[in-house]
């Protein structure tokens, strides 16, 4: 399991997160908390192995922001399945946009997968 809540999102390029390599993992759904935290609810088998997650993202245009959530199982091919909900620090994504966009618009539309959220930048 995910034992560091407290990751931070990784903001990459398009091609980068092309290129990322996923175990199974489904969405069942997503908040943005205060203090610049988003929590992801998932789905996935397991439960023999520590299982990581890393969160990446990149900049698209019309404040979006597509993220893609990277799950390695570590070759664990118990079938458990297993609910778990996990944090990220956006942090990364607000300072990042507030360099970079007007900071009078304070929000930005997070994308994973087919679940869209608002994220106000404070």
């Given at each position: 399991?995910n034992?560091?809540?407290?990751s931070?999102v990784?903001?990459t390029s398009?091609d980068?997160?092309?290129?990322?390599?996923?175990n199974q993992?489904?969405i069942n759904g997503?908040?943005?908390?205060?203090n610049n935290?988003?929590?992801?609810q998932?789905?996935y088998s397991g439960?023999?192995?520590?299982?990581s997650?890393?969160l990446?993202g990149?900049i698209?245009?019309?404040?979006?922001i597509?993220l893609?959530?990277?799950?390695?199982s570590?070759?664990d091919?118990?079938?458990?399945i297993?609910k778990?909900?996990?944090?990220f620090?956006?942090?990364?994504?607000?300072?990042?946009y507030?360099k970079?966009?007007?900071?009078?618009?304070?929000?930005?539309?997070?994308?994973?997968k087919?679940?869209?959220?608002?994220y106000?930048?404070r």
């Open positions: 399991m034992l560091d809540m407290t931070k990784i903001l398009k980068k997160i092309k290129e990322l390599r996923n993992i489904f997503m908040d943005v908390e205060i935290i988003i929590s992801i998932t789905t439960g023999c192995k520590e299982h997650f890393k990446f990149f698209d245009d019309n404040n979006k597509i893609t959530l990277q799950h390695n570590n070759g091919a118990c079938k458990k297993i778990e909900t996990l944090t620090d956006l942090t990364p994504i607000k300072d990042e507030q970079l966009k007007d900071i009078n618009n304070n929000f930005v539309i997070l994308i994973l087919d679940r869209e959220i608002k106000n930048i």
